[in-house]
């Protein structure tokens, strides 16, 4: 099994980056898929982005396309997400999330077996 320990999260102004990390432990990090995904106060969690095992391919949600990149070095068994362009509704709790195998819904939480405990993202405007 696998463990992940987000990291990186912060209070920025509107306009600054920041950038995620998410390390990974207890197992071949290179056979997951990682997703990031984030809950904001009084929503349900949703997807960001997803990067297959072999970082061959990346998915993003609409809202951060262009603006977010998702990457992973599976030598350092760590992922990432580098968040340009913050706006306030990038205000959440993201979470980094890992799974082995195919998936029906790569896009859906519940798709994802393994979970970091969250690191929190304020955007003041």
């Known amino acids: 099994q696998v463990q992940l320990v987000e990291s990186g999260g912060g209070l920025v102004q509107a306009g600054a980056s920041l950038r995620l990390s998410c390390a990974a432990s207890?197992?071949?990090?290179?056979?997951?898929?990682m997703a990031w995904f984030r809950q904001a106060p009084g929503k349900e969690r949703e997807f960001v982005a997803r990067i297959t095992s072999s970082a061959g391919s990346t998915f993003y949600a609409d809202s951060v396309k262009g603006r977010f990149t998702i990457s992973r070095d599976n030598a350092k068994n760590t992922g990432y997400l580098q968040m340009n362009s913050l706006k306030p509704e990038d205000t959440a709790v993201y979470y980094c999330?890992?799974?082995?195998?195919?998936?029906?819904?790569?896009?859906?939480?519940?798709?994802?077996?393994?979970w970091g405990q969250g690191t929190q993202v304020t955007v003041s405007s």
């Open positions: 999330a890992a799974r082995t195998g195919i998936m029906v819904r790569p896009n859906y939480s519940g798709s994802y077996g393994y």
């Open positions: 207890g197992g071949t990090f290179s056979s997951y898929s």
